[in-house]
């Protein structure tokens, strides 16, 4: 036995490295590689996954895997479980025919660039053909899966979020349309009143910059572990606790821009620095789940980022670092400008009241797509039908409807709802950490460090040796519960446009 | 034939893929990384060192090595250039003794951290006992190389630089010794006049970038496969030729520093960028030597940066940048102070004509204590008298003396000459570059192109597929010929102050 699990961790190493050299090199790819690299680089990590992959599907780890899922009960529980997920992978990937799973490699490699195109068109019409190959696998796939437990979508969806199917979020969407859209409308159709000058200015980079430094310090994030970077796209990227790295993107004529997207990283970065060092060498490192994360970059985003006693604390800073720019703008009108609510075509720019709608048409949408209740030649109609009946707005072009993501061309079906669910999460989160920490006390601190601490104990530091699921049942003492989503929603909203 | 060429072909894809990740992992190391992870990282790299020594000492590996080696009269020139060299590495690697590789692996990991400890508190005594070690292992290495052609400090000398040994060594530093080191005498107790006025000023570092700009722009830099950042100290780091980068460090209170080094780097980068890129794939991609490296550095840096008709093109632009501090100080003064020479202690910060004094003073050292004719525990007492010797000062403590370099303290023994050979190259290209261009002409233009061709075309493409010896001889109608060197050096300082 002892000499099994050292030849599984032996592997494992062996894994990781090829994990690490990838991380890095994508980290290059994506923040200052030069253009003209890519064709050869492409060759070289072609050549890395392959070694990779000969390690992973070789019959020496199978062998491993399957004699240690034997004696999963003998396990120590982190063991137990990354040995249980590696079986289900295995197993899943088993079910997959060779050839149909080279020709769908194939189709992906060459599914975002048609994307692209289409998307810079306009016109759907450009991809629909290798979209409707991808959603034909989607479906070939379902099949090959399917157990008496789980069936049709419910496969996707389980594997972005395990224990999460067509039953929870149907009631959570459900939900949502029932109490929150009708409050959505009375919420966009209302004039929110505040000073809109600073709208009109330029904001130095290299101030902004200044004002990066200080958030970071605030959310505590140990820069001895990261670093912060520019690039196109912001995003978090990270290989254990001790480098998880983020970028951002600076708008000199959007200042919440880079604040709002630094202080989402910010909120993915703090969770992979806090997991448990100790899971580093394993494959339980990380983030439990995209949910998961989803959750803590939204928490610091939404809940802490635009509270008002957040920017009490400061906003002051923010004035000093832009004298002539703010000197009009009270803190008041700062707070009602980072949550104004309206009605948009684009879910990455939505707000926090308006998102949970753009996911919930994208889950309505899917569901059907993948049951071939509808085809993909109707997505178009389909798309500006909802974004109509739900949002209220004419989507004037492809671009800006169906086009807009590119998580359909890589063959994403069942990720989109994970995001509504990640602020769903946050919302449960912050029920249940009130009632440990005097939340709107400490959230005024110049230092977030409790916060961290209390989200440290209860998530964080599990990493995904967890399922989601278990994670916020122990976390919060209760099943996921969408309620408090809602009702946080309202609540935040009702007082800030002053309804009743 | 053609399958056991097909079988080389895809093993060396293979070790280039590590070569690959480590050198964008290297990258991200010098430049970037948060310091926390580097713990982490040693053990990743680890693992990958690992997996491409499996293949590169695979019975496989070394199978197809010594078939294809035997039919290299058969081979593509190339091809059989790359099968000679790695037969050679082979063959080396096999007369080390497995356990004695192992002991002083592990004894050169420590090495540089004892190094820099010992060089911080200025005592060589904290650094001599490994240092024994090293040169140990070093003699040892030397009895286990020996053949019929290649006997003592030859064999070092000759694996930095084929085909040179004490013998041209000896002619060349025995030329100097005896042509330039008086010269030099002369020059450094001559005092150069010019206003001085710009050395008090600070130049802001976002200024300094801007000329860097300007610089890359005058040398041809290709942009599309390179980048230009920041690190401790200014390197080169390529693969291939669609990716070759370079690192600059900004100093406010030394404008020339940054200039210089981003040129010296820029003559590197120019180098690899201009191999011919069907060597990509191969083991004869990069430049040729340490020496013909260093060559193609210096050129740019000395004999092209230091010139004084570059000057009169790009002086204005640089005045035009830092209008107040370069008011008062004419072309003639800027010329003037980067040409001055004057005896120092370090290596790196020496002048064009005093730099060569410095190796030379390695050089003899290193010869004696290869031999056993010098030991450990002497070298700052003769050092120091090298050091007063030729260049007429009293080193001060140990840090300024005998452990300025890191080179011993990694093994490299024989490294050291290659650098004077690198000047003594460029000054023999320069000769011979002579006779095709108006280079005078040349070097006042906007723009470096004629020259960079010229260099590519009988240096840069042919990358490492030919030995240095022959590519110089080849470019130039020569064999090594270390009096242009010298020559170049008298007729340059002899005009800057004005000695007849």
Redesign the interface.
Known sequence: MQELIKNYETLR??L???Q??MY??S??SET??????F???GK?LG??SE?SYKIATSDEYINIIDQLFEKRKKLKPVLAHEITEAKKAMRKMKKIPMEEYVKYSILLSNSQQIWAKAKNNQNFAEFAPILEQIVAFQRKYIAWQETDELKGYDILLDEYEVGFTTKEYDEFFHLLKRDLVPFVKKITSTKLNYNQEFKHYKYKKEKQVKFMDYIMKVMDY??????L?ESEHPFTSG??T??V?ITTHYYEDLLSSAIFSTIHELGHAKYEQQVDSKL?ETNCSGGASMAMHESQSRFFENIVGRDYHFWETHYPKLQKLFKKELQNTSLKDWYLSINEAQNTFIRVEADELTYPIHIMIRYDIEKKLISGEIEVKDLPQIWNKAVKDYLGIDVPNDKQGVLQDVHWAMGSFGYFPTYALGSAYSAQILHAMKQDLDFNALIGKKNLKPINNWLKQRIHKFGSSKYPKDILFDATNEEFNPRYYITYLIDKYSEIYQIK
């Open positions: 190493a062996r990781k490295a090829y690490y050299a890095v090199i980290w290059d200052e590689a030069p253009s003209g690299c064709q050869e680089r070289q050549v890395l070694e140990d820069l001895n572990r990261g670093l970077k290989f254990g001790s480098d790295r580093d």
